[in-house]
């Protein structure tokens, strides 16, 4: 199974710049070992199960927590997929087998 995470989180209580708290947030994910990809307005990530996934954002949730943010605002957008993997890579692939190379 694949499950393809696009998440989107960060404190609304800390400023106008959220980078050094989405910094922290990409830091756990990138220390989590899931495959992701940051884009300029979220990260995409994959897992192999839904628990997985919605345990991941539950501990980027818990990073912004103990950064002393009191709202955070967060968008999680799921596509599920049983009996594929590294769907990251073969969704884009199969773009790429029909117009060429795109810009990543």
Same mark, same amino acid.
């Given at each position: 199974?694949?499950?393809?995470?696009?998440?989107? &989180?960060?404190?609304?209580?800390?400023?106008?710049? +959220?980078?050094?708290? /989405?910094? !922290?947030?990409?830091?756990?994910? #990138?220390?989590?070992?899931?495959?992701?990809?940051?884009?300029?307005?979220?990260?995409?990530?994959?897992?192999?199960? &839904?628990?997985?996934?919605?345990?991941?954002?539950? +501990?980027?949730?818990? /990073?912004? !927590?103990?950064?002393?943010?009191? #709202?955070?605002?967060?968008?999680?957008?799921?596509?599920?997929?049983?009996?594929?993997?590294?769907?990251?890579?073969?969704?884009?692939?199969?773009?790429?087998?029909?117009?060429?190379?795109?810009?990543?």
């Amino acid at each position: 199974m694949s499950v393809l995470l696009e998440m989107s &989180m960060f404190p609304t209580d800390h400023g106008e710049s +959220k980078s050094k708290y /989405v910094a !922290e947030v990409i830091n756990l994910i #990138r220390a989590s070992g899931y495959t992701y990809q940051l884009t300029p307005m979220a990260t995409i990530i994959e897992t192999k199960t &839904m628990s997985e996934a919605l345990n991941l954002a539950g +501990k980027c949730y818990e /990073v912004l !927590e103990e950064l002393d943010c009191n #709202r955070v605002y967060a968008t999680l957008k799921f596509d599920i997929r049983k009996g594929h993997e590294n769907r990251m890579k073969s969704k884009i692939e199969s773009i790429q087998n029909h117009i060429g190379k795109v810009s990543l």
